[in-house]
């Protein structure tokens, strides 16, 4: 199956190509078919089975293809500010030759360069739901002509709480829509939620890669946040050849501890939201050919990282959310091979290491 076949037009097939997919993944495949003929959907996928792409090509064609109004036609809503900026970018990228344009909005930043941005003009918004319902109370924003709804991340949006939030967006959106919702759990409460806001979905599921925590020797130290740099250097000089993963919360930690590794003779790479796709691209080659033997990187930089051999995964921080452990961890121990994960913790974490072992249903061992 090649994107041509799915029916794609010019303008994005050409951006698509000029992103270097060179085939549809299994998600894409089945869903942007029917999202084209406007169908509603719901869809079981993780973060990594390029499911952005699989909304957001059907989205900018459709889009492309009717009479559009002024005002947003497109509403994607997702839990955390990575997401959203990830989100964005993709919109960019897949409808770059398009008249199309995306802005994105998120807290924890001040409001006024969205607000610019909002009034020069936005087709597609990409929002977090706290900002979102902010700036619609002062009047900033209007859902009255969208037509395209995205609820992502669904089972994480309600894990964070925002299920009030959500429910007052949908509830300001037009009924006459279509609406896409991706979720990489369905529990009830989900099902409840998409039967109260999709109109005879299409379900799609994709089985993500099975993880086998049993496979993964999982470690937990104790630390002053001030020593991690310190353990992460003597780990490394112990474990002499193993390629390694490290995972850091932010952007900044991340580049901040790539630079402490090469300035003691660690070859090190970062990625992360920040850097281009092709940096990216390249930092991933790089370190599966072997040439640099630690990535650093963000949980959204990280996806679609896929190493076969890997043997050590290190949480620098832990994850917030006790679901991207596992997807973390599980990056090591696949295809047979025996794996090894290690959490760095210090004292503001301990909670965050109660959540993860709640949810993994088992303790990890601590090192001292
Ligand atoms: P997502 O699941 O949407 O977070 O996408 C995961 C990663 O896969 C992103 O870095 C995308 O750029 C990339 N990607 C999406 N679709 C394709 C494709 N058909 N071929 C190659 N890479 C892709």
Do not use: W
């Amino acid at each position: 199956m090649t994107f041509k076949q799915l029916e794609i037009i010019e303008p994005i097939l050409k951006a698509i190509n000029e992103e270097g997919y060179t085939i549809p993944s299994p998600i894409q495949e089945e869903a942007i078919p029917l999202l084209l003929s406007k169908k509603d959907m719901m869809a079981s996928a993780q973060t990594g089975t390029g499911k952005t792409a699989a909304f957001a090509i059907p989205i900018l064609q459709n889009m492309t293809q009717s009479n559009n109004t002024k005002g947003i036609k497109a509403l994607i809503l997702t839990p955390t500010r990575e997401l959203a900026m990830q989100i964005k970018e993709s919109f960019d990228a897949y409808g770059r030759h398009l008249p199309l344009k995306t802005v994105v909005i998120y807290g924890g930043v001040k409001q006024k360069n969205q607000v610019l941005k909002l009034k020069r003009g936005a087709d597609i918004l990409v929002a977090t739901p706290g900002r979102l319902l902010d700036l619609i109370n002062q009047n900033i924003i209007k859902l009255s002509q969208v037509q395209y709804f995205v609820l992502d991340e669904a089972d994480r949006m309600l894990d964070m709480g925002f299920i009030r939030d959500v429910k007052k967006v949908i509830s300001l959106v037009p009924k006459q829509r279509q609406t896409m919702l991706f979720s990489a759990t369905l529990p009830k409460s989900i099902l409840n939620l998409a039967s109260s806001i999709l109109n005879d979905p299409s379900r799609i599921q994709i089985t993500p890669e099975e993880t086998t925590l049993e496979a993964i020797k999982q470690t937990a130290y104790y630390l002053k946040s001030g020593d991690k740099q310190d353990l992460l250097l003597h780990i490394l000089k112990e474990q002499k050849n193993a390629s390694v993963l490290v995972f850091s919360r932010t952007k900044r930690f991340a580049n901040k501890i790539a630079k402490r590794l090469i300035e003691n003779k660690v070859s090190a790479i970062a990625i992360h939201g920040n850097k281009s796709q092709s940096a990216r691209t390249e930092a991933l080659y790089k370190f599966k050919q072997k040439q640099v033997r630690v990535l650093v990187a963000t949980d959204v930089a990280s996806r679609g990282i896929d190493i076969d051999e890997l043997s050590l995964v290190i949480n620098y921080n832990l994850p917030d959310v006790p679901e991207t452990y596992i997807h973390r961890i599980g990056r090591t121990g696949r295809a047979n091979h025996k794996g090894e994960a290690i959490s760095f913790i210090c004292e503001e974490e301990y909670s965050l290491l109660k959540d993860i072992q709640k949810h993994i249903k088992m303790e990890i061992p601590v090192n001292k």
